[in-house]
Each structure stands twice: as C-alpha cells, then as structure tokens.
T-cell receptor, first 114, second 112 residues
C-alpha cells in the first residue's frame, strides 16, 4: 500500500513569500503529525491532528505557521512571510491511532528560504 | 530543554562488529521509547520499541536495552552491516499520549 507522501519534495523561495506544504497520510490513519528538522538537529514537533479533535498546535514556532487537515486525509502546512530560519526539512507522519503506535513518516519537504 | 539526548553525533564501526547507540532522557514520566532509522532524502522509519515494563527487546540483529534508574536506553546492532549506515533517532513518549520527543540523532557509519 501507499505510504505517506509529501509535496513538493524541494521548495526554494524568497524571504517574505508564503509557502504551502502538503501531506497525504496513509489511508485510514487518524493521527497526523508535522515535524521540522533543521540542519544538524533533531525532529522538532510542530502540530498534531487526531480525527475531529482540536489539533495540538503547541509546537508551532510563530503565528506565521499554520496547518489544516481535512477530516482524516490531506494536511497542509502553511508558512507565511518566510524567513531564512524557516529553512529546514519538514516531515509529516501518520499513525493508525494516537499514543504509542509507531509513526510512518513521509520523505519530507526540503524548504530553502533565500 | 532537551528532554531526550543523543550525545554522540556520529559513530564509526567495522562491518561485523557491534554498534551501540546511546540515548538519555530526563523526564521520568516517559514510559515508551522508540528507535528510528533515517537514510538521506528519506523519512525516518521505525526500527524497534520498548515499554518501561521491560528492560530489553530484541528483533533480529537489533536489541534495545532500557535502564530506567539511569534514564538511559541503548540500541545494539549485531553484527553491523554497511546497509545499517544511517542516522538513528531515539524518541520517547508517555504511554497513551501522542507527543513524541526526539533526540538529535547519531550518524552511524559501518565500514566495509
């Protein structure tokens, strides 16, 4: 079956522009996560969706970041007025249930802000 | 505040020998731990997990050890193979919650 897919795989943008990153989770997975990995650093939690519950946005670094998810399907992460420090790999993961079940990661979107 | 630490950014091991990757945590509430492997340009893939009711979990060449009193876990790979060369992340969570805290990763290089 298909795994988690993300698009685009690479995105180069100019400082100040908005970007939108997309994640298609594994079908039937109710939980969806967004992480950020800056160069040489670990995975930094950004936001979590679980079914129709209110998302946990506690990891979003600023109000320039927002994310949406349509039901239990596609999610988009939007970064407004991008800054150079937003440059990172943005990873999406899904899991069948919240809690201790393993997460399945997509290949990530590498964002470069010039 | 780094709750999950992987203090060795890199490790080189000869093929056939044992690789030991270490992870320390500070939050005593963590009771579920996972290891992920990541190849370049790919997302992390789940490798092995352990819950705090156990001190060892084995899956083929991979064994994870948990020392709760020391708040330390380790991943042993025996025998190491060149294909094991990747970045390894440990992650911790509180059972029943959804938030995983990841370490910064250790880059393992297995030399042929």
């Amino acid at each position: 079956g298909a795994g988690v897919s993300q698009s685009p795989s690479n995105k180069v943008t100019e400082k100040g522009k908005d970007v939108e990153l997309r994640c298609d989770p594994i079908s039937g997975h109710t939980a969806l996560y967004w992480y950020r990995q800056r160069l040489g650093q670990g995975l930094e939690f950004l936001i979590y969706f679980q079914g129709n519950s209110a998302p946990d946005k506690s990891g979003l670094p600023s109000d320039r970041f927002s994310a949406e998810r349509t039901g239990e399907s596609v999610s988009t992460l939007t970064i407004q007025r991008t800054q150079q420090e937003d440059s990172a790999v943005y990873l999406c993961a899904s899991s069948a249930l919240a809690g201790v079940f393993e997460q399945f990661f997509g290949p990530g979107t590498r964002l470069t802000v010039l | 505040d780094q709750q999950v630490k992987q203090n060795s950014p890199s490790l080189s091991v000869q093929e056939g020998r044992i690789s030991i990757l270490n992870c320390d945590y500070t939050n005593s509430m963590f009771d579920y731990f996972l290891w992920y492997k990541k190849y370049p340009a790919e997302g992390p893939t789940f490798l092995i997990s352990i819950s705090s009711i156990k001190d060892k979990n084995e899956d083929g060449r991979f064994t994870v050890f948990l020392n709760k009193s020391a708040k330390h876990l380790s991943l042993h790979i025996v025998p190491s193979q060149p294909g094991d060369s990747a970045v390894y992340f440990c992650a911790a969570s509180v059972a029943g919650t959804y938030k995983y805290i990841f370490g910064t990763g250790t880059r393992l290089k297995v030399l042929a």
